[in-house]
């Protein structure tokens, strides 16, 4: 649903945005949960099989706030970052890497036990969908 | 003709010297030349497909790691096109190339079908969908 930032009717006066008391900072109510930026799921930080979900489970989508280490939050972007590809660690687990829509920038993060099977699978397929790269490395194998 | 139009004509089609140039390759040792074979600078060893950090990925302009990077997935763009990711051994960090004609087909295809050899999940119950 479309965002509405245009008041209609006879009050076309801009009003400046009221002042927040809730900080939404770490060890208040809201430290614990996101809102995700791709499906505005309510999103839980408490994940089966990792302790640092950083994507929505139902559509895996992310936001780019962390710049070099993992959970510093001193990226200025703040953009949508994007599934873009599965990657395997040497001891079988699956690794998401993202991208972020805004500034191209990667970053990859562990599955957590809770992520959508089925878009994993679809992501996972994705290069596979083409079979022109398929053919080429038969030809290779001949 | 005007320097802009030899800086431009420069950067398009590289000169007689330049695509002659070759490097080798940090993992396999293979001397590779910089420019493919559709003078598309190279930036990764066409046959182990490894690369090396050269480039900050956060801040841009050179990097002062220089180590090497290791092909982890392979990423499809919505052209169709497939881009390879790599990840630097030392410090971690990702960097996204374009694949050329001639990189060795068999590890990218490999480097493919990786994720559905060992899924976390059982893929049966996707055959009923």
């Known amino acids: ?142 | 003709m005007s320097s802009d139009h030899l800086a431009h004509q420069h950067r398009t089609t590289p000169s007689a010297a330049l695509s002659t140039d070759t490097f080798t390759c940090v993992r396999c040792g293979l001397t590779v030349s910089s420019y493919a074979a559709d003078t598309t600078r190279r930036n990764h060893c066409p046959s182990c497909l490894h690369s090396r950090h050269v480039l900050d990925q956060v801040e841009g302009g050179p990097s002062a790691c220089g180590s090497r990077m290791s092909p982890i997935a392979i990423a499809v763009l919505r052209t169709g096109d497939w881009t390879l990711v790599h990840r630097c051994v030392r410090c971690g960090e990702l960097s996204s190339d374009p694949v050329c004609a001639d990189d060795n087909q068999l590890i990218l295809m490999r480097m493919a079908v990786r994720p559905l050899a060992d899924p976390p999940f059982p893929l049966e119950a996707f055959g009923t969908l």
């Open chain 1, 1 to 142: 649903m479309p965002r509405r930032t245009r008041r209609s009717g006879r009050d076309q006066r801009v009003r400046p945005q009221r002042h927040k008391d809730v900080l939404h900072g770490a060890g208040r109510h809201r430290a614990h949960d996101f809102r995700c930026t791709g499906c505005r799921l309510d999103v839980s930080l408490v994940a089966p099989g990792t302790a640092h979900r950083n994507h929505c489970p139902n559509c895996l989508t992310s936001l780019h706030v962390d710049l070099r280490i993992p959970g510093d939050r001193a990226a200025g972007c703040g953009g949508r970052m994007e599934p873009l590809s599965l990657t395997v660690r040497p001891d079988g687990e699956w690794m998401l890497i993202h991208r972020c829509l805004s500034c191209g920038r990667l970053s990859a993060n562990r599955i957590a036990g809770d992520d959508n099977a089925l878009v994993l699978v679809r992501l996972a397929l994705r290069p596979l969908q083409d079979r022109r790269v398929a053919n080429s490395a038969l030809l290779a194998v001949r």
